[in-house]
């Protein structure tokens, strides 16, 4: 398939791409730079653009016929999108329309978006499904519910099948080391829990100690980011016979507490990590975990990695790899 990625220069984005480039598909990764990397851009074409110029938008789609677009642009740095919501709103949102509206102009069908756990808010349960209601708490949040409505209504009225996938953590990075997790400012956990052991690397910080868990710290769901290509890769398949617009929860489906992953790391790069206790941070729930049964029932999805250390790994070599 010929096959368009937005925000291919990213952490996920790169990562599908080098899976879709290991299966002889053709790809154009479109992104601004913005967050991403041009070091990440290994495979396939580069389209240098950003989402909110409909005419480089024009341009690209008016040159080739894509068969697919997935979607990973966006900004998502939740306390930058309560701080500047304008960004996001227009980045997330009027990016995604804009990305959309060519879609349809040069009929392109299938759409895979990266949503996120966040539209869900504070979670009534521990394991969260499809039917948990969807209440953002945050504008980031509330972007990517704002997409997966619009796409119910792309595909009523102009038949743009797509699937928007959930995602809670993505983590690890390409076994080979090739690519993997960058973002700047790091607010993810397993990449800041590695870095606390890296030179010029800062002690962890761990907020909160008295959450209902069983060690008082918050419980996560883990998801290794090649488990999560694939879960991609499945839905092109499913968009060719079931048309419209679904939405899968993508998680691991089993939950970690920050002092459970701190001790896995400490196996795997063989030495203590460093960290000290800091207050509760607002609006951290105690356990956020996916159920993922739906898009394994659907989609016949589920983990390759399925123990922590093995994605604690992949993330540690590249890690110690990194020079961007
Ligand atoms: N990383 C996670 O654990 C996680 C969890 C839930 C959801 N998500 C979602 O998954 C997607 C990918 O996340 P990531 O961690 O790879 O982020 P990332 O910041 O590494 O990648 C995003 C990419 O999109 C590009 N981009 C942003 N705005 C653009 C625009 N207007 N035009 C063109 N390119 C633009 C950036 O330059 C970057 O390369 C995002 O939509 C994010 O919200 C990620």
Redesign the pocket.
């Given at each position: 398939m010929n096959i368009l990625i937005?925000?291919?220069?990213?952490?996920?984005?790169s990562h599908m791409a080098k899976m879709l480039a290991t299966l002889d598909h053709k790809i154009t990764v479109?992104?601004?730079?913005?967050?991403?990397y041009r070091q990440a851009v290994k495979w396939g074409e580069l389209a240098e653009?950003?989402?909110?110029d409909q005419n480089a938008l024009d341009q690209l789609f008016n040159k080739q016929s894509f068969d697919a677009v997935m979607h990973?642009?966006?900004?998502?740095l939740v306390g930058e999108s309560m701080s500047n919501p304008a960004l996001y709103y227009r980045?997330n949102v009027i990016?995604t329309v804009n990305l959309l509206d060519a879609m349809v102009k040069y009929e392109v069908k299938k759409f895979v978006f990266?949503?996120?756990?966040?539209t869900f808010g504070n979670p009534l349960k521990d394991f969260i499904d499809e039917t948990h209601p969807q209440n953002p708490i945050n504008p980031y949040g509330q972007t990517?519910l704002m997409v997966e409505r619009i796409l119910k209504d792309y595909a009523q009225a102009y038949g743009l099948n797509s699937v928007s996938l959930r995602?809670?953590?993505?983590a690890g990075a390409d076994p080979e080391a090739e690519i993997g997790e960058a973002?700047n400012p790091e607010t993810?956990l397993i990449p800041n829990v590695l870095k606390a052991v890296l030179k010029g690397g800062k002690r962890l910080k761990v907020f909160g100690k008295d959450y209902a868990t069983a060690d008082g710290t918050c419980v996560r769901d883990y998801i290794h980011i090649n488990d999560l290509c694939t879960a991609h890769l499945q839905t092109l398949d499913y968009m060719g016979t079931k048309h419209g617009a679904h939405g899968f929860n993508l998680g691991n489906g089993k939950g970690f507490s920050i002092l459970e992953i701190i001790e896995a790391a400490q196996k795997v790069v063989g030495c203590e990590i460093p960290f000290d206790y800091e207050e509760r941070r607002p609006g951290d729930p105690a356990t956020l975990v996916a159920d993922s049964t739906l898009i394994h029932k659907e989609l016949g999805w589920q983990a390759d990695y399925t123990e922590l250390e093995e994605i604690l790994a992949t993330a540690w070599k590249w890690h110690q790899a990194q020079k961007w």
């Open positions: 937005c925000g291919g220069a990213g952490y996920i984005g479109f992104d601004n730079f913005s967050t991403g653009g950003d989402l909110l990973f642009s966006a900004k998502s980045n990016g990266s949503s996120s756990a966040s990517k995602y809670f953590n993505a973002h993810h």
